[in-house]
Each structure stands twice: as C-alpha cells, then as structure tokens.
T-cell receptor
Framework: DAGVIQSPRHEVTEMGQEVTLRCKPI?????LFWYRQTMMRGLELLIY????????DSGMPEDRFSAKMPNASFSTLKIQPSEPRDSAVYFC?????????????FGPGTRLTVT | KNQVEQSPQSLIILEGKNCTLQ??????????LRWYKQDTGRGPVSLTI?????NTKSNGRYTATLDADTKQSSLHITASQLSDSASYIC?????????????FGGGTRLMVKP
C-alpha cells in the first residue's frame, strides 16, 4: 500500500493567491482528516470527512479555507485568498474507522509558504 | 490553556540511554490516549493507543503507561537509538455528546546523540 499521498510536497505562493492542496487516502479507509501544524500552535485538526461527508469543520480557521471530498479516493483543501499567516505544514490523514477516535495514518504533508 | 501538557519540551540524551516523556491531561472523559512519533519533515506515525482502562502498552522499545486517576501518561524509550530523534506527540480523544474530539499536546522534541 502506498499510504496516504499528498501533493504538492512544497508550495510557495504570494499573498492573495489561491492554493489547493490534494490528498489521496489509503484505499478502503472511510475517514479523512486535514490538519495544520505550526511551531506556535502545534498540530490542529481542521476538518474531517466520513464516507465523503464533512462531519466536523469547527477547526477551519475562517471562510478563506474550504475542503471537499468528491469521492472516496480524493480530497482537496483550498485557501483563497492565501495570507502569510497560513504558512504551515498541512497534513492529510485517513482512517478505517468512523470518527477521530480510530487509528489514523498520516501523509507526508505539504509545506506551504505564503510570502 | 492547552488541556494536554507535555514535558519536557525538548530533551537531549546519549545513544543507548533510556528516557521518559510525560503527558498530563485534564480532559475528561476520554476514550483513548495515543502517542505519535514524528520524524523531521514527515507525518506523525502512531506508536501506541491505550483506552482509559489500559495501564500499559508496548511497541518494541517504546512503552506507554497510563494512570487515569492522576491523568498522566508516560512514554518510556529503552536503549535509545539515533533514529529515535524525533518529536513525540501525545493525543487524547475526548468523549462528548456530539462525538469525539482530539486534543493535542505540544510535543517533546528528542535528540539522541552518539
């Protein structure tokens, strides 16, 4: 199994631009999670999906952030417009269970730098 | 105030030595507590998961303990290796009416020197 796949691995963009991060979960997993990690705030859960349906988006910082999961094998996290404070590492994780309490498998992350 | 506190924030030990990382939590009730290892530039990898009724769980040289009375967990690393250099994150799954919620510790950064 290839594990959770994220792309791109690194993204550098200018303030105001739209950024789209992509994630392919492990085949057969029915839950998908998006996290953000910074030195100051550590790891934060942004949103998670179960069977492609958003269950809890309370961690999404503001309306500039949106996430979709059009099918069981693909999800996107979009930031529009991006700001320097969005600079962080964004992780996607998937789980065979139905909520946050189950074992999660993380992807390698996307390092986003907004200048 | 973060409801999951880890200590120390950073630690340097010599290869071959043992060490213990601490995680104190105030969230309650919880369904499980997890320890993750995160190598630099990579995603976290699960080391152990313990339910509230478990006291200890081992994974090779890693042993996690849980004291639900004092709300403390520890991760003990035996005979450390250079590859143990990483950040270690404690995560508590909080149970509430609408479902479960994760609460993350700030992590301990461990460096193992030869």
């Amino acid at each position: 199994d290839a594990g959770v796949i994220q792309s791109p691995r690194h993204e550098v963009t200018e303030m105001g631009q739209e950024v789209t991060l992509r994630c392919k979960p492990i085949s057969g997993h029915n839950s998908l999670f998006w996290y953000r990690q910074t030195m100051m705030r550590g790891l934060e859960l942004l949103i998670y999906f179960n069977n492609n349906v958003p269950i809890d988006d309370s961690g999404m910082p503001e309306d500039r952030f949106s996430a979709k999961m059009p099918n069981a094998s693909f999800s996107t996290l979009k930031i529009q417009p991006s700001e320097p404070r969005d600079s962080a590492v964004y992780f996607c994780a998937s789980s065979p269970g139905g909520d946050v309490g189950y074992e999660q498998y993380f992807g390698p992350g996307t390092r986003l730098t907004v200048t | 105030k973060n409801q999951v506190e880890q200590s120390p924030q950073s630690l340097i030990i010599l290869e071959g030595k043992n060490c213990t990382l601490q995680c104190n939590y105030t969230v309650s009730p919880f369904s499980n507590l997890r320890w993750y290892k995160q190598d630099t530039g990579r995603g976290p990898v699960s080391l152990t998961i313990m339910t509230f009724s478990e006291n200890t769980k081992s994974n090779g040289r890693y042993t996690a303990t849980l004291d639900a009375d004092t709300k403390q967990s520890s991760l003990h690393i035996t005979a450390s290796q250079l590859s143990d250099s990483a950040s270690y994150i404690c995560v508590v799954t909080l149970v509430y009416n609408a479902g479960n919620m994760l609460t993350f510790g700030g992590g301990t950064r461990l460096m193992v020197k030869p």
